[in-house]
C-alpha cells in the first residue's frame, strides 16, 4: 500500500498539536505515511486525509481566501477525502454556525457537513471544562475531552451520526467521510479519533 | 499532548475529587493559549477597534483603557480598563477578550475573572500595585499571561501559575530591537538547557535552576521538551508585517501588537496585513504582498529604547 500523507490546515490554531498526534497515531497503526502542513492549493490536492485544528473559526475561514484554498478543500472534502475536525475544525465544516451570546455572523465555512453548529456553547473560557464521555467509535469507550470555549451540535441532518453526547449537548458527529468533534483529542493524549480518521484514509486507498 | 510541567500537587488532586467536569484546570487554561497559536491579538480600547480586529482576523483582543504609546505620553498610573468597556466588548465580539491588571494586583485580575474575560494580562504596561510580588495565579479559573526578559523569568511566572509566556519588548514604541533580543535570548538559554540536558550532567542543570530561582523539575521538563512548556507569543514594539513574520521566523507561537495598529494612520488595512504575515510567514511573496497593503508613512514614528524615561520592560520585582 501507498504512504499515507495527512493534512493538517495550517492557517491558525493548534497545529502542532495535531501533527505530534498524528505521528503517534501514524506508528501505534504502524501505519507507512507522515502529517503535512496544509497551506496551499497543491498541498490540498496532495493529501489523503485531513485534520482541521483547533483554533478560531472566524480567523481561519478568513484566511482560507488569501490563497483561494477554500473550494479545493470543498470540493476534495464532497468527493470523500476523510476529514477530522476539532471544536473550530468541525464549526468550519457545518453549513451553518452562530455565536451563543452574539447570535448570527458572517463567516466563511466550508459547510459540508449537514450540522447547524452554536459556538460558544458551554460559555467563555471560565467555563472551558474536561470531562470524560462515552465515544461511539471502534476502539473507543471511554474519551477525555477537553473542551476550550467549545461548541456543540444542534442540529444535524440525514446521515448525521451521533458520536458522542454531554448531558443534552451534541459533542461528536461524523457524516460519512467526516467527523466533527467540540472537543480537543489532541490535547488529552489519546490518538482514538485520529487512528480512526487514518483507518477511513487507508480503506480508501485499498478501494482506489 | 501539552505539558503540565510545574502544576503543584494539590490542584493535581483537586482533579481526582472532581471528576466529572472539571473548569479552570491546568489543562484547560493552558490549553486555550494553544487555541490562540499562529495567531495575532490585538490591543484595543473601545467596541469600534474590537470590530476592526475581529474583521482583520485577530485571534483575540487585549483590552486596555489607553495604548501603551498613549500611557507613555501621558504619565499618570494606568489601570486596568473600565469594565462597562470591557462588558461591551465581551457583548460584541465571538473572538476571545483579555484584558490586563497591574502586577501583583490580585483584586483587579479577580474583577476581569468575574467580568468574564477568557485570559488575564499581569502587565508591566501597567503601573505595577505590588513591587514584592507577582500575582498568585493558580487560584483562578481564567488563565493568565505574562511577560519575561529571558528564560528564569519566564519559568517563574509559570510556577506562579502563568498558562502563557509572551516575550517582552518595549512597549509603544513602534521599534521591535527589544522583542528581538528578548526572544534570542529566551532561544539561547532554552538551547542550552537542553544541551546540558541531553549531556546528562545533572548537577549542572541543578545549578542553573538555582541561578533561575525555579524547580530542578521545572527546568528538567524545559530542557527535554527543548522549549518552554507553555506557549509563548512575542510582543512590544511590532509595527509592521515584515515585523511579525521576523517574530514568527524566530520561533514564536504568535504575536500580540500593541500601538503598532490602532497609532498607525492605516489601522484596518495594518490590522489584517499583519494577521497574513503571521500564518504565512514562511512564504516570502505573501508577506511582501502584506507589506504593501500598509505604508510605511503611515507608521507608528517609533522612538530609540535606550534612552527612555520609562522602561516599562523593566516594571515588575525581579523574583
Known amino acids: ?64 481566501s488569501i490563497k483561494g484554498i477554500l473550494p479545493t478543500l470543498r470540493e476534495r472534502i464532497t468527493n470523500g477525502l476523510p476529514t477530522l475536525g ?53 476502539g473507543a469507550s471511554k474519551f477525555h ?35 466533527g468533534t467540540a472537543f480537543h483529542p489532541e490535547l488529552s493524549g489519546s490518538t482514538i479519533l485520529h487512528e480512526y480518521l487514518i483507518r477511513l484514509a487507508k480503506t480508501d486507498a ?3 | 499532548m501539552i505539558s503540565l510541567a510545574g502544576e503543584p500537587e494539590v490542584i493535581a488532586v483537586q482533579k481526582e475529587r472532581e471528576r466529572l467536569r472539571i473548569t479552570g484546570s491546568t489543562l484547560v487554561k493552558r490549553g486555550f493559549a494553544h487555541m490562540l497559536k499562529h495567531g495575532v491579538v490585538m490591543d484595543i480600547t473601545n467596541v469600534e477597534q474590537a470590530q476592526i480586529a475581529e474583521d482583520a482576523g485577530a485571534v483575540a483582543v487585549m483590552v486596555l483603557d489607553k495604548l501603551p504609546y498613549d500611557i507613555r505620553q501621558q504619565g499618570g498610573v494606568a489601570r486596568t480598563a473600565s469594565l462597562k468597556v470591557i462588558e461591551e466588548i465581551l457583548n460584541h465580539v465571538t473572538i476571545p477578550v483579555m484584558a490586563k491588571c497591574r502586577i501583583g494586583h490580585t483584586y483587579e485580575a479577580k474583577v476581569l475573572q468575574e467580568a468574564g474575560v477568557d485570559m488575564v494580562d499581569e502587565s508591566e504596561v501597567l503601573t505595577p500595585a505590588d513591587e514584592e510580588r507577582f500575582i498568585w495565579k493558580w487560584d483562578f479559573t481564567t488563565p493568565f499571561v505574562n511577560g519575561c526578559k529571558d528564560l528564569g523569568e519566564a519559568l517563574r511566572r509559570i510556577t506562579e501559575g502563568a498558562s502563557m509566556i509572551r516575550t517582552k ?9 527589544e522583542a528581538v533580543k528578548h526572544v534570542r535570548v529566551l532561544n539561547n538559554e532554552v538551547r542550552r538547557l537542553r544541551g546540558i540536558h541531553e549531556s546528562g550532567d ?12 525555579v524547580s530542578l523539575e521545572l527546568a528538567e521538563e524545559t530542557a527535554r521538551l527543548g522549549r518552554l512548556p507553555v506557549v509563548n507569543f512575542a510582543a512590544g514594539g511590532i509595527a509592521t508585517p515584515a515585523d511579525a513574520a521576523l517574530m514568527m521566523t524566530l520561533g514564536c507561537d504568535g504575536v500580540f501588537v500593541g500601538s503598532g495598529i490602532f497609532k498607525a494612520e492605516d489601522s484596518k488595512e495594518r490590522a489584517r496585513s499583519v494577521v497574513v504575515a503571521v500564518t504565512y510567514y514562511d512564504d516570502p511573496k505573501v508577506v511582501a504582498e502584506a507589506q504593501k497593503m500598509v505604508d510605511e508613512r503611515k507608521s507608528m514614528m517609533g522612538t530609540g529604547t535606550k534612552e527612555l524615561p520609562l522602561r516599562m520592560q523593566e516594571r515588575g520585582v525581579n523574583v
Do not use: W
Not at chain 1, 501533527?19 to 501505534?28: C, E, G, I, M, P
Not at chain 1, 440525514?158 to 443534552?168: C, I, T
Open chain 1, 86 to 138: 476539532t471544536c473550530a475544525g468541525m464549526i468550519t465544516l457545518a453549513k451553518r454556525a452562530y455565536d451563543r451570546v452574539v447570535g448570527e455572523t458572517s463567516q466563511t465555512l466550508i459547510g459540508t457537513m449537514d450540522i447547524t453548529v452554536e459556538r460558544n456553547s458551554f460559555g467563555r473560557q471560565g467555563e472551558s471544562f474536561e470531562a470524560d464521555l462515552g465515544l461511539d467509535v471502534p
Open chain 1, 1 to 64: 500500500m501507498s504512504r499515507l500523507t495527512v493534512g493538517i490546515l495550517g492557517l491558525q490554531g493548534d497545529i502542532e498539536e495535531h501533527l505530534s498526534a498524528t505521528d503517534l497515531a501514524l506508528s501505534r497503526l504502524g501505519a507507512e505515511g507522515e502529517p503535512l502542513l496544509v497551506k496551499g492549493i497543491d498541498d490540498a490536492k496532495r493529501v489523503n486525509a485531513l485534520i482541521i485544528p483547533g483554533g478560531e473559526s472566524t480567523v481561519m475561514g478568513s484566511l482560507s
Open chain 1, 145 to 179: 475531552g477537553v473542551f476550550i470555549r467549545a461548541p456543540s451540535v444542534k442540529t444535524i441532518g440525514q446521515g448525521v451520526k451521533e458520536l458522542a453526547r454531554l448531558g443534552d449537548a451534541v459533542v461528536a458527529v461524523q457524516q460519512g467521510n467526516m467527523i
Open chain 1, 206 to 208: 485499498v478501494q482506489a
Open chain 2, 169 to 177: 519588548g518595549e512597549p509603544g514604541t513602534g521599534n521591535v530591537a
Open chain 2, 202 to 213: 545533572k548537577q549542572e542543570l541543578l545549578r542553573i535552576s538555582r541561578e533561575f530561582k
